[in-house]
């Protein structure tokens, strides 16, 4: 039995003074609601239960509401958050009542989420509701529905977007005719199976068609819906007769048949005829049916492919594949040929390979690749292999490997590239040494632990190094630390010596610090270093600490706080560049005229239209760019914002 936590109006004054997750309280009590209404931001609740006065409250509040929990609502309930001016999310409801539904049919808000319902009827009040429902743009979620009345899917087609009914089980002759108007895309994922007189009527559908519930498809079904204009979906189908590998094959656009794990060479034949993009998931393939995939005309993926030999339809294939344009994943690979490897390596672009194992001579042809190689399933890698690799010119991810032997480091410090090693739990004094002398992007960002001696040789690394599992760095580390050029990483530190802290400050590059406090004496000594300073998961900040940071010559992140007092805003707005306050979900008037006079682009990315009409117009006058991350409100402090404001809608 799920136990009862009840939100208390003391929690909700403590939650709007120090933010803390509500999430787990499934009772509230009616005074908490008025409180928590007055809240500036999104407003996560994982109540399962509310009274009709606490509905009341709620429907007041200004900014995203999430009531997922919920799994009924009374009509009282349902009319007063038909009030509330943003989006609802009511996921967790699986019925409405006919006066509940003619209720939030009147939602004015940003958007309604019914993603839960199972049914819309023909009754008046289910009827408005999904006219509602209808009228949004973009994606619809009705994945709950797992059946749907003629009427409410003539309304549901008429949906202006994309349209999700993937819990739908029952797809009769009519519902498909009715469904096939609609244009954008449709994801159908409940029938397992599809009568022909369905596909007939799905066939027509312009747009994409997901219908990867199916697990089965009759010939004529599949000659029917060849015929769709637009991009098709079946990846549940595990097996297809040769008559209707071969009508689909007739099919132009997309083709997702990745449920198929194995291929008859007669079916890679039909295939091979397809026009457009053909996606399969065969394990594995015989040299004929290779050969014959081979002759495909159009984009190929076959990213579940165990092996690659040395026959002439795999080597055919191979070279098929390696004439894919952009990215290119074969993820699932096991066994890569010296000649197949040859083959892959004129590939340009990023190339994905499962292998977790690599020959001397793979290594070298590979080497020659033009774009980023990802290995990051090896893990093992011989002397001779790294030395190959270390040949290639872009990317390089080895971010399996465990350890690295001496001679091995020493090869891959030549690597003319980023490179990823950040499988390495430890690194060995003359490992680190050999590294150093790297050029480029340096991940290590699973070392635990780092020698004073290993510290001094990496910091004379030139370019990018994470050391993010790093959770505690000495004076002397951080000393030699300091003297690496290039931007450097330490986003698992959770404290910060003020030593340390004096040393990390004579750093040049960007400095990215994941602590969760910062002493005043440490935020002093950091304000002199020269670059960007990111400490994005400092959750509060003295003001003295805000003060000595404000001096910081170089952007600052502060992205993980979510509240600001006055002072602290105050005396941010003195510091000059950019400024990331993109965690802050509410900002009080006073707080936001101080931050108006910031000069920099200024990031509040995670406030909502609850901003106040004041705080909005003062904001206004900020002089710099000015990014926010939601939809603003037609009140006249917010319209004066776009013109000032880059507003990334969500």
């Known amino acids: 039995m799920n136990q009862v936590k009840v939100l208390t109006l003391e929690l909700a004054k403590r939650f709007l003074k120090d933010w803390f997750s509500i999430a787990g309280f499934t009772q509230i009590e009616d005074e908490a609601a008025v409180t928590l209404a007055t809240h500036k931001g999104i407003l996560y609740l994982g109540l399962t239960s509310m009274s009709d006065k606490a509905a009341e409250a709620l429907a007041n509040h200004k900014g995203e509401l999430s009531l997922s929990s919920l799994t009924s609502l009374s009509d009282k309930a349902a009319k007063a958050l038909a009030k509330h001016e943003g989006y609802v999310h009511l996921d967790g409801l699986t019925s409405l009542s006919d006066k509940a539904a003619k209720a939030l049919a009147n939602h004015g808000g940003v958007y309604l989420s019914l993603n839960g319902l199972t049914s819309l009827s023909d009754s008046l009040g289910h009827i408005a509701l999904t006219e509602k429902l209808a009228n949004y743009e973009g994606n619809l979620y009705l994945d709950g529905l797992a059946s749907l009345s003629d009427n409410a899917a003539e309304t549901l087609a008429k949906h202006k977007g994309n349209l999700y009914l993937r819990g739908l089980t029952s797809l009769g002759d009519n519902l498909a005719e009715v469904l096939a108007k609609h244009k954008g895309d449709l994801y159908l994922w409940g029938q397992t199976s599809l009568s022909d007189n369905a596909a007939e009527a799905l066939a027509k559908h312009e747009g994409y068609l997901s219908l990867d519930g199916l697990t089965s498809l009759s010939d004529n079904a599949s000659e029917v819906l060849a015929k769709h204009k637009g991009d098709l979906s079946l990846r549940s189908l595990t097996g297809l007769s040769d008559k209707a590998t071969k009508a689909l094959a007739k099919h132009e656009g997309y083709l997702h048949l990745d449920g198929l794990t194995s291929l008859s060479d007669k079916a890679a034949e039909a295939l091979a005829n397809h026009k457009g993009y053909l996606s399969l998931s065969c394990g594995s393939l015989s040299d004929k049916a290779a050969e014959a995939l081979a002759n495909h005309k159009g984009e190929l993926s076959l990213s579940s492919l165990t092996s690659l030999s040395n026959s002439s339809g795999h080597i055919a294939l191979t070279e098929k594949l390696a004439n894919h344009e952009g990215d290119l994943s074969l993820n699932s690979l096991c066994s890569l040929s010296d000649k197949a490897a040859e083959a ?43 030395k190959a690799l270390a040949k290639h010119e872009g990317y390089l991810q080895l971010d399996c490997l465990t350890s690295l032997s001496g001679k091995a480091a020493e090869a891959l410090a030549n690597h003319k590239g980023d490179l990823s090693l950040i499988g390495l739990t430890s690194l060995t004094d003359h490992a680190a040494e050999a590294l150093a002398n790297h050029k480029g992007k340096l991940s290590l960002s699973s070392l635990t632990c780092l020698s004073d001696k290993a510290a001094k040789a990496l910091g004379k690394h ?103 007092s006055d002072k602290t805003a105050e005396a941010l707005a003195n510091h000059k560049g950019n400024l990331n306050l993109s965690g802050l979900t509410s900002l009080s008037d006073k707080a936001a005229e101080a931050l108006a006079n910031h000069k920099g682009e200024l990031s ?19 002089k710099g760019n000015l990014c926010f991350d939601s939809d603003l409100s037609d009140s006249p402090g917010h319209i004066a914002l776009p013109e000032r404001a880059w507003t990334r809608k969500v």
């Open 344 to 386: 892959l390596a004129n590939h340009k672009g990023v190339l994905y390979l499962g292998l977790t194992s690599l020959t001397d001579h793979a290594a070298k042809a590979l080497a020659n690749h033009d774009g980023t190689l990802d290995l990051s399933s090896l893990t093992s890698l011989s002397d001779k292999a790294a």
């Open 604 to 622: 509040l990315s995670s406030l909502t239209i609850s901003l106040s009409d004041k705080a909005a117009e003062a904001l206004a006058n900020h």
């Open 462 to 564: 030139e370019g990018y190094l994470h050391l993010d599992s790093l959770t505690s760095l000495s004076g002397k580390a951080a000393e030699a630390l300091a003297n690496h050029k290039g931007d450097l990483s330490l986003n698992s530190l959770s404290s910060l010596s003020d030593k340390a802290a004096k040393a990390l400050a004579n750093h040049k590059g960007k400095l990215s610090l994941s602590l969760i406090s910062l002493s005043d004496k440490a935020a002093k000594a950091l304000t002199n270093h020269k670059g960007k300073l990111s400490l994005s998961s400092l959750i509060s900040l003295s003001d003295k600490a805000a003060e000595a940071l404000a001096n910081l010559k170089g952007d600052l992140n502060l992205s993980g706080l979510t509240s600001l």
